[in-house]
Structure formats: C-alpha cells, structure tokens
Nanobody, 122 residues
Framework: VQLQASGGGLVQAGDSLRLSCAASGGTFSGYNMGWFRQAPGKEREFVAAITWNSISTYYGDSVKGRFTISRDNTKKTVNLQMSSLKPEDAANYYC????????????????WGQGTQVTVSS
C-alpha cells in the first residue's frame, strides 16, 4: 500500500485544517488507519486512528474533542479534520496503514506516508 498525505499548511491558532491521505495498491478496506505526528526534537506522537470498518475511532489525549478522523473505503482515503488548532499542534503529520491490534502504537502499522507539514502561528 502506498500512502500520500496532503492538506498541510500554515494556519493561525484557532483555525481548522483538513488533512487527507490517499492510498493506492493493496486492499485499503482491510487496514486500520492512523495519523501520527512528529515535531522537531520530539518523539512521534499518536494522533488518531480508525478501524478498517469505521466502527471504532481513537484519539490521543492532546487532540480529543478537537480532531476527527474518518475514512472512505470506496475512495481509499482517510481524513483528519483538525479544529481549534494550537501552536503545539505544529508538526509533520503522517498517515499509516496496518493490521495491528493496538492502534495507538506505531508498531501496529506496516505502511507509512511521507508526511505533510502543519504549522500553527500564535
């Protein structure tokens, strides 16, 4: 599976932004999907995940209530709607696909996109 993330950019604190991840190859509908982020000098952080059938979603504590993950298996896309953005949300955001059980762990994912940069000005 190849993943292509897009939608990043420069926004102001309080703004909203929608990230998208398009998949090609493989069986997208069979994979759980996740978003992770990494800021310079910091460890990779779990952001959100959604099961293959969209029944369950999971969020990192720092984004709960502000971010929403969704997917469209017919279009082979997964989206991350980000609202009320804060300067601390600035990072490179990566989408990932995998079949692992623990969706908040990077080791549960086998395929990773190249990342899209989100910058939030205060």
């Amino acid at each position: 599976v190849q993943l292509q993330a897009s939608g990043g950019g420069l926004v102001q604190a309080g703004d909203s932004l929608r990230l998208s991840c398009a998949a090609s190859g493989g069986t997208f509908s069979g994979y759980n999907m996740g978003w992770f982020r990494q800021a310079p000098g910091k460890e990779r952080e779990f952001v959100a995940a959604i099961t293959w059938n969209s029944i369950s979603t999971y969020y990192g504590d720092s984004v709960k209530g502000r971010f929403t993950i969704s997917r469209d298996n017919t279009k082979k896309t997964v989206n991350l709607q980000m609202s009320s953005l804060k300067p601390e949300d600035a990072a490179n955001y990566y989408c990932a696909a995998g079949g692992g059980h623990y969706l908040s762990r990077a080791l549960s994912y086998d395929y990773w996109g190249q990342g899209t940069q989100v910058t939030v000005s205060s």
